[in-house]
């Protein structure tokens, strides 16, 4: 049983251009949360998906950023015409229900430039 | 919505003496706990976790946390600190009720020699 799966596991995009970020779950799971870790900075939740669902999303910001869990594949994290201050570590992690413990990736550490 | 608050981003302790991380939650239910640790560029490894009962929890590595309800703590301890305990460690919470997960801001462990 594969852990969880990020990719890349390091993207870099100029100013302006579309970053995809991809998390595939542990099999069996099907909550997703998305993070991110700013440097020197702890983990700031984002966004919590179940299959197809957006559960909370209140750690989103209100624009460029969406994410998406489908019935088929990987959830995606999707930021629209970066900026540098999105560079960051963005780690996925999954878990079998709400209440039990999370596994995370290893993360996609992101470079604007 | 759940929330847990870290006391010190930064620790520093000798090799062979106590480790000491603090955590208090805030949940209007019955909370979940967890530690986390993250090695440099590393996702996040689940040290140990309170899920009702034992209030003493045994992790990996020689960590153990207790839980107490009267004091909204779930603090991590280890009685000697190795080099290889160097590292970020998150306090997080859960429960059954909103099912995601929330961390802390983090706490850097340095450890000298």
């Known amino acids: 049983n594969a852990g969880v799966m990020q990719n890349p596991r390091h993207l870099v995009r100029r100013r302006g251009q579309e970053a995809r970020l991809r998390c595939s779950p542990m099999?069996?799971?099907?909550?997703v949360y998305w993070y991110r870790q700013l440097p020197e900075e702890g983990l700031k939740f984002m966004v919590y998906l179940q299959k197809e669902n957006i559960i909370d999303e209140s750690g989103m910001p209100k624009e460029r950023f969406s994410a998406e869990f489908p019935k088929e594949g990987p959830s995606i994290l999707r930021i629209q015409q970066v900026v540098r201050g999105d560079s960051a570590a963005y780690f996925c992690?999954?878990?079998?229900?709400?209440?039990?413990?999370?596994?995370f990736g290893q993360g996609t550490r992101l470079t604007v430039v | 919505a759940q929330s847990v608050t870290q006391l010190g981003s930064h620790v520093s302790v000798s090799e062979g003496a106590l480790v000491l991380l603090r955590c208090n939650y805030s949940?209007?239910?019955?909370?979940?706990l967890f530690w986390y640790v993250q090695y440099p560029n590393q996702g996040l490894q689940l040290l140990l976790k309170?899920?009702?009962?034992?209030?003493l929890v045994k992790g990996i590595n020689g960590f153990e946390a207790e839980f107490k309800k009267s004091e909204t703590s779930f603090h991590l301890t280890k009685p000697s600190a190795h080099m290889s305990d160097a590292a970020e460690y998150f306090c997080?919470?859960?429960?059954?009720?909103?099912?995601?997960?929330?961390f802390g801001a983090g706490t850097r462990l340095t450890v000298k020699p």
């Open positions: 099999k069996g799971h099907s909550h």
């Open positions: 949940s209007s239910v019955p909370p979940y």
């Open positions: 309170y899920t009702s009962a034992a209030t």
């Open positions: 992690a999954s878990s079998r229900t709400g209440a039990t413990e999370a596994f």
């Open positions: 997080a919470v859960s429960d059954d009720n909103n099912n995601d997960m929330r």
